[in-house]
T-cell receptor
Framework: KAGVTQTPRYLIKTRGQQVTLSCSPI?????VSWYQQTPGQGLQFLFE???????NKGNFPGRFSGRQFSNSRSEMNVSTLELGDSALYLC????????????FGPGTRLTVL | AQSVTQLGSHVSVSEGALVLLRCNYS??????LFWYVQYPNQGLQLLLK??????LVKGINGFEAEFKKSETYFHLTKPSAHMSDAAEYFC?????????????FGQGTILTVHP
């Protein structure tokens, strides 16, 4: 079974721009979670989507948004990029129950200049 | 609310020595607990998890973890370290219930293995 895929793997943007990251979950998984990983703050939960609905959200500003499509693929968008948004963005898929294992993709490395 | 504290941001062992990575958690409800490993420039890979039942959990690559509710810890061990174990390790907790898709992670422990 194919794993979680994320595109692109690397991105360089400038302040003020916006960016869209994509995540394709494991076949059959309906839940997709997004995380931001930085050296200073570690791994932080952004949001989770299940069957095209956002079920849970972390403590990030409204510039961070996401969506999920009917095939469970998910995108996250960051508008008006700031230098502090430079991070590794990881998505994870699961069946959608809290005890389920989340399977992580390789991440998208975003650099904001 | 849930929180995870990993004791020691860096742990160094010799090849063949015992690996012990410590994780303490705080949760208002019975938690689900996970250990993940991350190699450079990669995502996270599950080593093992605790949901219910036996408090000694066996995982991949010879790792195991003990869940001790009375002392709120979920420490990860491996009897004999291998060079390939060098990586960053994360302990995580899920509160269950309506905390859909949310894992709360510790700050990570970088494991160095010396020949």
């Amino acid at each position: 079974k194919a794993g979680v895929t994320q595109t692109p793997r690397y991105l360089i943007k400038t302040r003020g721009q916006q960016v869209t990251l994509s995540c394709s979950p494991i076949s059959g998984h309906r839940s997709v979670s997004w995380y931001q990983q930085t050296p200073g703050q570690g791994l932080q939960f952004l949001f989770e989507y299940f069957s095209e609905t956002q079920r849970n959200k972390g403590n990030f500003p409204g510039r961070f948004s996401g969506r999920q499509f009917s095939n469970s693929r998910s995108e996250m968008n960051v508008s008006t990029l700031e230098l502090g948004d430079s991070a590794l963005y990881l998505c994870a898929s699961s069946l959608g129950v809290a005890s389920d294992t989340q399977y992580f993709g390789p991440g998208t490395r975003l650099t904001v200049l | 609310a849930q929180s995870v504290t990993q004791l020691g941001s860096h742990v160094s062992v010799s090849e063949g020595a015992l690996v012990l990575l410590r994780c303490n958690y705080s949760s208002s409800v019975p938690p689900y607990l996970f250990w993940y490993v991350q190699y450079p420039n990669q995502g996270l890979q599950l080593l093992l998890k605790y949901t219910t039942g036996a408090t000694l959990v066996k995982g991949i690559n010879g790792f195991e973890a003990e869940f001790k509710k009375s002392e709120t810890y979920f420490h990860l061990t491996k009897p004999s370290a291998h060079m390939s174990d060098a990586a960053e390790y994360f302990c995580a907790v899920s509160a269950g219930g309506t905390s859909y898709g949310k894992l709360t992670f510790g700050q990570g422990t970088i494991l160095t293995v010396h020949p």
